[in-house]
């Protein structure tokens, strides 16, 4: 930060000071800005320089846009909170991110719905059985199981061949009917479904011996939440293993797919599992899909300290 006085300055403007409550809350696109102030791009992107200037915000590329998060410090944070009690639109700000992350949650519920008995026939990106398969040599022996963002289930029933228990937990209502319907199919007692967000998994504190999320994080609002939840669930000395796209630059996945992000570096991934608490930290790339955007597959794996 440039000097305690500049930021002052800067935040004694009302639409400066409304950005940074928003970004405060989310990280958001100038896009997403837009939607939820009902302001034009250049005045957007003008106040956005001006706050990043000052060292209050901080942007991370994903495909063509610029995600901004507030990393002002603590202290100005609390007092501009103060301030923006005397900003009447405030309250409606906060009223239009709420709405704009309900469509965004519910476009992904609704795509996954639309999936719903078509998993196996459908492409899915970066759902690679090579890949799956060097996550599997690392499943073997785990008592109890989350599949996190499970989908219809092909790899819970994996999983449920070899494990005393596993939990499968999903978004969308229509997949955990279908994923049920199969695993009562199959006679797979031990596989048991849940409605749930990736980012508050319904499972207990410390319940299960591995945790995966494949080819789920980036349709996580926030993947950094997806796995401090999976930290959450695993007994001590437990291990996650994330299968997801490493970072790309195919914009029209957003669309296609309904993805959140477009991929993430090792680098990324490997930040991600550290913050959370994760220690044994490993990244490899674990697949390249031959045709074209040839999606590759990133697998990442922690252990939880005992």
Known sequence: MSSILKSL??????????????????????????????????????????????????????????????VAPAALTDLARKAAAEVAEIEADRSALRHL?????DRTRAYFDELAGRFGKDYVPGRSWKALAEAMLKVLNYPTVADLGAGEGTL???????AEKVIAVDL????????????????????????????????????????ILSQALHHAGHPQRAIDAAFRILKPGGRL???????????????LYA????????????????????????????????????????????????
């Open 9 to 70: 300055k800067l935040l004694s403007d009302p639409t400066r000071l409304r950005i940074l409550m928003l970004l405060g809350s989310e990280a958001l696109s100038v896009v997403d800005l837009q939607e939820v102030l009902g302001m034009g791009q250049s005045r957007i992107s003008t106040q956005l320089s001006q706050l990043k200037a000052a060292g209050l915000v901080s942007d991370e590329r994903s495909g063509k846009n610029n995600i901004y998060s507030c």
């Open 101 to 105: 992350l309900r469509k965004r949650r």
């Open 156 to 162: 819970s029933q994996l999983l449920a061949q070899r």
């Open 172 to 211: 969308s209502p229509k997949m955990v009917e279908f994923g049920q319907a199969l695993a009562a199919q199959h006679g797979l007692a031990n596989l048991e479904y849940r409605l749930g967000d990736i980012e508050e998994p319904p499972i207990d504190d410390g319940a299960v011996d591995l945790a």
């Open 241 to 255: 293993i994330v299968l997801d796209l490493l970072q790309h630059q195919f914009e029209e996945a957003r669309e």
């Open 259 to 306: 993805d959140r992000w477009l991929g993430f570096s090792e680098s990324e991934l490997a930040g991600m599992l550290e913050r959370a608490g994760f220690a044994g930290i490993e990244t490899i790339i674990a697949d390249r899909e031959p045709v074209a955007p040839h999606f590759q597959t990133l697998l990442g794996i922690g252990i939880r300290p005992a």
